[in-house]
């Protein structure tokens, strides 16, 4: 049973247009989220976090946004550019508990000149 | 400085051989990962260490997978009697520490592909 559920396995959107990217969980210990980004033939790099403390982090033009009563966050990338074409991976830990993040299967976003 | 390091980049192996995959993580980094991503799947956990504590295998899928990590640093994750299934990416990342909001640093991986 997949705990972190990325629903779009690819996203398209114009340069300068606003990406938004889901991420649904349904363990309600998770109290970490983290965003990565991976580049083929790279492994991925690490985007932005939230805690459950906060419903917003923004760092440039990245801001993740977390719902913690609908169990959902998403990362909203404004404006988009083309070299943000890449593979998007949510995961989700519990601080205390397991140590071992939970990712989803990501989403691969395009972005178009 | 050096980010964390995986070879071989590829590997090609025939079913029923044993293959070694290597890592070097982030120089001071305690906490080591291993990862491994299957065509179309996200990142399924194998296993980790942290420090000198007993790692936790919770992730590993038979006990044709094993690992270990020498002097605190380079760890190697072996693969007996590889089968067609365990072709995929193997990714190691590694981080300051256990805590929820370290961020892992991933290698480029290795991809595993078995005839």
């Known amino acids: 049973d997949q705990q972190v559920k990325q629903n779009s396995p690819s996203l398209s959107v114009q340069e300068g247009r606003i990406s938004i990217l889901n991420c649904d969980y349904t363990?309600?210990?998770?109290?970490?989220f983290l965003w990565y980004k991976k580049y083929p033939a790279e492994g991925p790099t690490f985007l932005i976090s939230?805690?459950?403390?906060?419903d917003k982090n923004e760092d440039g033009r990245f801001t993740v946004f977390l719902n913690k009563s609908a169990k959902h966050l998403s990362l909203h990338i404004v404006p988009s550019q083309p070299g943000d074409s890449a593979v998007y991976f949510c995961?989700?830990?519990?601080?205390?508990?397991?140590?071992?993040?939970?990712f989803g299967r990501g989403t691969s976003l395009i972005v178009h000149p | 400085g050096a980010g964390v390091s995986q070879s071989p980049s590829n590997k090609v192996t025939e079913k029923g051989k044993d293959v070694e995959l290597r890592c070097d993580p982030i120089?001071?980094?305690?906490?080591l990962y291993w990862y491994r991503q299957s065509l179309g799947q996200g990142l399924e956990f194998l296993i980790y260490?942290?420090?000198?504590?007993?790692?936790?295998k919770s992730g590993l899928p038979s006990d044709r997978f094993s690992a270990e990590r020498t002097g605190g640093s380079v760890s190697t994750l072996t693969i007996q009697r590889t089968q067609q299934e365990d072709s995929a990416v193997y990714l190691c990342?590694?981080?300051?520490?256990?805590?929820?909001?370290?961020?892992?640093?991933f290698g480029p991986g290795t991809r595993l592909t078995v005839l």
């Open positions: 120089s001071g980094h305690t906490a």
């Open positions: 363990n309600s210990m998770f109290d970490y």
């Open positions: 260490f942290q420090g000198n504590s007993a790692p936790d």
């Open positions: 990342a590694s981080s300051p520490g256990l805590a929820a909001y370290n961020e892992q640093f």
């Open positions: 995961a989700a830990s519990e601080d205390g508990g397991s140590y071992i993040p939970t």
């Open positions: 939230i805690s459950s403390i906060k």
